[in-house]
């Protein structure tokens, strides 16, 4: 009964933006860390970016850093994922993810294992072309 659901993505060139949204029904991100994964075709779930919904504090892999950033809107219960200066190497399905973190604070190194996520969403494609 606890939803998460990805948007926004879509098919772009090399140099173009997007911005996709991961919104939650059910619950409330209060107190959660929230990730971007993404999954390209015969490719491992990749971590991309987190924020932690209390304190704001946000992570990144060294491939977006700079281009990517990540974001909250508590009224709206929803995170953003501002994808700027897009390559093809982004290609692939973007999936958001939400850990509670109520029972305790996390090593920001373990928000990059998707083991560690309680709720997924069903992922949006992003697909960038040259």
């Known amino acids: 009964q606890v939803q998460l659901v990805e948007s926004g993505g879509g098919s772009v060139q090399a140099g173009d933006s997007l911005r996709l949204s991961c919104a939650a029904s059910?619950?409330?991100?209060?107190?959660?860390?929230v990730g971007w994964f993404r999954q390209a075709p015969g490719k491992e779930r990749e971590f991309v970016s987190a924020i932690t919904w209390t304190g704001g504090n946000t992570y990144y892999i060294d491939s977006v850093k700079g281009r990517f950033t990540i974001s909250k809107d508590n009224a709206k219960n929803t995170v953003y994922l501002q994808m700027n200066s897009l390559k093809p190497e982004d290609t692939a399905v973007y999936y958001c993810?939400?850990?509670?973190?109520?029972?305790?604070?996390?090593?920001?190194?373990?928000?990059?294992?998707?083991?560690?996520?309680?709720?997924w969403g069903q992922g949006t494609q992003v697909t960038v072309s040259s």
């Open positions: 993810a939400a850990r509670s973190l109520k029972r305790g604070p996390i090593l920001s190194i373990f928000l990059r294992a998707a083991g560690r996520y309680d709720y």
């Open positions: 059910g619950r409330t991100f209060s107190n959660d860390a």
